[in-house]
């Protein structure tokens, strides 16, 4: 029940949502989560960590840079809910603008990597 609640919780804030909405297209920089969301880092690694701790996102390190992506959940329940999460969101205005606003950045983003 705890987790279930904190699953909930983590859900119950705007900017949380927005990264989810991003991290449906795949892996993500914070950089890239940055640019995305015109949020500064130290914001957007915040908001991952409570993402990371309900297990809603998993994280990897390359170098001095952190990758994130949506985690796999192994619980029946919220393994269930995360699909239709997903799919709800990108289909907000705000979800749509800020994926329209990544795509433009990785666009000019030079290489893959992070600068």
């Known amino acids: 029940m705890k987790r279930t609640a904190r699953?909930?919780?983590?859900?119950?804030?705007?900017?949380?949502?927005?990264?989810l909405a991003l991290l449906t297209n795949g892996e993500?920089?914070?950089?890239?989560?940055?640019?995305?969301?015109?949020?500064?880092?130290?914001?957007?690694?915040?908001?991952?960590?409570?993402?990371?701790?309900?297990?809603?996102?998993?994280?990897?390190?390359?170098g001095v840079w952190m990758y994130y992506r949506l985690a796999k959940s192994g619980e029946k329940t919220l393994g269930q809910l995360l699909p239709l999460l997903q799919t709800q969101l990108v289909q907000l205005p705000e979800a749509q603008q800020d994926l329209l606003s990544l795509k433009n950045y990785l666009d000019q983003k030079s290489g893959s990597a992070c600068v």
């Open 28 to 62: 993500l920089c914070v950089c890239d989560l940055m640019a995305a969301l015109e949020l500064p880092q130290s914001t957007v690694s915040r908001h991952l960590a409570t993402l990371r701790n309900a297990d809603l996102v998993e994280d990897r390190r390359q």
């Open 7 to 19: 699953f909930f919780k983590t859900l119950a804030d705007e900017t949380r949502l927005r990264i």
